[in-house]
T-cell receptor
Framework: DAGVIQSPRHEVTEMGQEVTLRCKPI?????LFWYRQTMMRGLELLIY????????DSGMPEDRFSAKMPNASFSTLKIQPSEPRDSAVYFC????????????FGPGTRLTVT | AQKITQTQPGMFVQEKEAVTLDCTYD???????LFWYKQPSSGEMIFLIY??????QNATEGRYSLNFQKARKSANLVISASQLGDSAMYFC???????????????FGKGTMLLVSP
C-alpha cells in the first residue's frame, strides 16, 4: 500500500511568494495532520482534519497560513506571503479511526524561504 | 510542565549491543497511549511501537520493546542488538484519552539522537 504522499519534496522560494504544499493521505484514513519541524521548536502540530473537516487549527501560526481538505484524498497547506522564518520541514500525517490511532507520516517538504 | 520528557539529547552504542532510550510522561488522564517514532537522516518519521495505558504486557515489535512502568510514568524504548541502520533521532509521543472518547492529538518529546558505531 502507498504511504502518505507529499509534494514537492523540496521548495525554495523568495520572501513574499505564495507556497502551496500538497498531501495525499493513506486511503481509508479518517484523520489528516499538518506538522512543522524546526531545530528550535521541534515538531509542532499546525492543524488536523477529521473526515475532511478542520477540527483544530490552533497551531497555525498566523493568518498567512491556511489549510484545506477538499476531499478524502487530498489536502493543501498554503503560506501567503511566505517569510524566511517559515523555513522548516512540513510533514503531513494520516491516521485511521481505529486501534491505537497511530499516525503515519509522509516524507516531508523541506521549505526554504530566502 | 512538559507532557513528554526525553532527557537524553544523544546516546552512543556499539553495534550488536542493546540500548535504552528514556521517556517520561505527565498526564492525569487514566486512558492514554504512548508511541515511539524513528527519524533517520533522510527525514521521514517512522512509527515503531505503541503501548496503551491499559495494556497488561509491554509492547514488542521485532527488536523494539517498550519498557512501560506506569507508576513511574515512564515508557522507555529498548532496542536489542543495535544495527548501524538504527542511527537516527527517536521521538516519544503521547495521546491522551481513550480511542472511544474521541480523538486527541499526539504530543511529541524533543527527541534523542542515537548513534550506533561499528
Amino acid at each position: 500500500d502507498a504511504g502518505v504522499i507529499q509534494s514537492p519534496r523540496h521548495e525554495v522560494t523568495e520572501m513574499g511568494q505564495e507556497v502551496t504544499l500538497r498531501c495525499k493521505p493513506i486511503s481509508g484514513h479518517d484523520y489528516l495532520f499538518w506538522y512543522r519541524q524546526t531545530m528550535m521548536r521541534g515538531l509542532e502540530l499546525l492543524i488536523y482534519f477529521n473526515n475532511n473537516v478542520p477540527i483544530d487549527d490552533s497551531g497555525m501560526p498566523e493568518d498567512r497560513f491556511s489549510a484545506k481538505m477538499p476531499n478524502a484524498s487530498f489536502s493543501t497547506l498554503k503560506i501567503q506571503p511566505s517569510e524566511p522564518r517559515d523555513s522548516a520541514v512540513y510533514f503531513c500525517a494520516s491516521s485511521p479511526r481505529r486501534g491505537s490511532y497511530e499516525q503515519y507520516f509522509g516524507p516531508g517538504t523541506r521549505l526554504t524561504v530566502t | 510542565a512538559q507532557k513528554i520528557t526525553q532527557t537524553q539529547p544523544g546516546m552512543f552504542v556499539q553495534e550488536k549491543e542493546a540500548v535504552t532510550l528514556d521517556c517520561t510522561y505527565d498526564t492525569s488522564d487514566p486512558s492514554y497511549g504512548l508511541f515511539w517514532y524513528k527519524q533517520p537522516s533522510s527525514g521521514e518519521m517512522i512509527f515503531l511501537i505503541y503501548q496503551g495505558s491499559y495494556d497488561q504486557q509491554n509492547a514488542t515489535e521485532g527488536r523494539y520493546s517498550l519498557n512501560f512502568q506506569k507508576a513511574r510514568k515512564s515508557a522507555n524504548l529498548v532496542i536489542s542488538a543495535s544495527q548501524l541502520g538504527d542511527s537516527a533521532m527517536y521521538f516519544c509521543a503521547m495521546r491522551e484519552g481513550g480511542s472511544g472518547s474521541g480523538y486527541s492529538t499526539l504530543t511529541f518529546g524533543k527527541g534523542t539522537m542515537l548513534l550506533v558505531s561499528p
